[in-house]
């Protein structure tokens, strides 16, 4: 027998299309009958004996099927709540840099300090030279008075930040006032 | 409309068992195995969208667990294109039983002939769920069911025409 013949039994006992003709020549087969009926109890056998699953899976995929396992479940609900934090963390950072650079804006800097030579003090306590504008600059050794005797609290570096600068230097209100140098 | 995986489990779970139960012949790697399919089903249900071929998405699954979990008990096994014959002539040797002669067949006829068998998949479902044409099928089929007609000869119904069969022969 051809294996087209072999598959035209086999397709019509699986209830395949199979073309009539190939069909009836299949049939005419000397041995088609014999191979159809041990198909067919091929199939018996195959479906025989088979058992259905215990008590324990079915309770095993009950509390699975209810309850999906931990891992997924923790991550679709941390992932809303991850979101939401990162936007919140976005905006305090956005926040703070705002103020910060904010807080360099020349309205909001104390007024221009005078040294003793007469001319204005530079925002990063770079004094021009007392021996003219034509020297070197010399980086001010003011300080404002400390203890008890002094009106004014000691006085505390600060480091600000401005976009990407680092500056270190005193709070406008630490400056000595005009001729305040000794 | 969305399935869920209770409706999924309450159609597939016992054809999912037969199916690795005549695979594997052992009733506890049955369950285990048919478990991991459902829990693979839970987790790619939201991924899933129903085109009609329910049953061959749910069974590709099975044969993906089926093979990942050989291929853990074999490391060797590694190439599933590879026709996994048992190195024994299986048309001379006579099973005592479906269980054992199914093991004398190629891992691959053995898939389609127990998705055939056992579950009831057309050749189309078959043939999506195991990734192969449906002439493939058919032939994997043929083969399949005239090997285990030779190993299991002696269990099988014994017609008039089959002996004058191998009278001539």
Known sequence: ?182 | MKTSAAAIFDTYHLAVYRYFRRLLGDREAAEDLTQEVFLRVIRGLDRYESLGRESAWVFRIARNVFFDNRRARRPDATRLGDIEACGVESDHVLAFDIQEALRLLSVHDCQVFVLKEVVGLSYAEIADATDVTENSVRSRLRRARLQLRASLRGRLVKSSMRDSGEGQG
Request: with cysteine; net charge positive.
């Open chain 1, 1 to 182: 027998m051809k294996p087209e013949h072999i598959d035209a039994l086999s397709a019509a006992l699986d209830g395949e299309l199979v073309e009539p003709a190939l069909l009836a020549e299949s049939l005419a087969q000397p041995d088609a009958a014999a191979l159809l009926a041990n198909f067919a109890a091929l199939r018996v056998l195959a479906g025989a004996d088979l058992d259905r699953p215990s008590d324990a899976f079915y309770a095993t995929m009950a509390t699975r099927l209810t309850r999906p396992g931990l891992g997924s479940r923790l991550l679709l609900s941390f992932r809303p709540r991850a979101m939401a934090a990162c936007w919140i963390v976005a905006a305090f950072l956005a926040g703070y840099l705002l103020h910060s650079s904010r807080a360099f804006t020349p309205a909001n800097q104390a007024p221009s300090i005078v040294t003793p030579a007469g001319a204005p003090a530079s925002r990063s306590g770079i004094a021009p030279s007392r021996d003219g504008p034509g020297s070197p600059p010399t980086r001010s050794t003011a300080s404002p008075p400390t203890g008890r005797s002094g009106a004014r609290p000691p006085a505390v570096p600060s480091l600000y930040i401005r976009f990407g600068e680092w500056r270190e230097t005193e709070p406008p209100s630490m400056r000595p006032a005009a001729g305040g140098e000794k």
